[in-house]
């Protein structure tokens, strides 16, 4: 079993950056594609970011193209989301996920619980 556990999310302002980070327990997590996902008050959980296991190949969904990035360190069983000039719709619970196979759009087998971001205007 893996458990996935996001940190980093806070209250910050328009423009302002900030990194989330994604710590996996187990020894399998370079094995794994990762991905993170948000889900704003009121709506669905959407895709924002995915990496392969090797950390060659991203995907990035449309809103956030240019803004985030992420990476992945696999040696601290670590993937990152690094947020920049963020706005007042980038406010949402933000979650890692791992999938064994597949692209971004795959069933995704693990997920943490959650980190809070919160930009202000």
């Known amino acids: 079993q893996v458990q996935l556990v996001e940190s980093g999310g806070g209250l910050v302002q328009a423009g302002d950056s900030l990194r989330l980070s994604c710590t996996a327990s187990g020894r399998t997590f370079s094995s794994y594609s990762m991905g993170w996902f948000r889900q704003a008050p009121g709506k669905e959980r959407t895709f924002v970011a995915w990496?392969?296991?090797?950390?060659?190949?991203?995907k990035y969904a449309d809103s956030v193209k240019g803004r985030f990035a992420i990476s992945r360190d696999n040696a601290k069983n670590t993937v990152y989301l690094q947020m920049s000039s963020l706005k007042a719709e980038d406010t949402a619970v933000y979650y890692c996920?791992?999938?064994?196979?597949?692209?971004?759009?795959?069933?995704?087998?693990?997920w943490g619980q959650g980190t809070q971001v919160t930009v202000s205007s």
């Open positions: 996920a791992g999938q064994y196979q597949g692209n971004y759009d795959s069933r995704y087998h693990y």
């Open positions: 990496i392969t296991s090797s950390g060659i190949t991203t």
